[in-house]
């Protein structure tokens, strides 16, 4: 399969978090799009993720650790991982999801 980013229609997930998704068998990746101020409450799932700050200020907690990231910054969230985050201004974020991210599908 191929895929060109532009063509991939942008979801909702929660307020404020924009998502470009794409699935293969056994990963996901998102590309977001986040709003300052835009808050993911306190969660954990299954998935081991990578979040990559692309773009902004984010500040994201994992397991009661908080820092802020920008961009190039790089968090690896091991599964069951509690974790929480805030755009403290416009960001554009990845995410690499495995096993897949059934939750976004």
Aim: aromatic residues 8%; proline residues 6%; hydrophobic residues 45%.
């Amino acid at each position: 399969m191929n895929f060109n980013l532009d063509s991939i229609p942008s979801k909702e997930i929660m307020p404020g978090y924009h998502a470009k998704l794409v699935h293969a068998e056994h990963m996901s990746i998102a590309f977001w799009e986040v709003e300052e101020g835009a808050v993911v409450p306190e969660h954990s799932h299954m998935n081991e993720q990578i979040m990559h700050v692309l773009k902004g200020r984010f500040e994201f907690t994992v397991n009661g650790n908080t820092n802020i990231h920008v961009a190039n910054d790089l968090v690896v969230i091991p599964p069951h991982a509690v974790h929480s985050g805030k755009a403290l201004t416009a960001c554009k974020l990845m995410d690499v999801f495995s096993p897949v991210r059934e939750a976004y599908k």
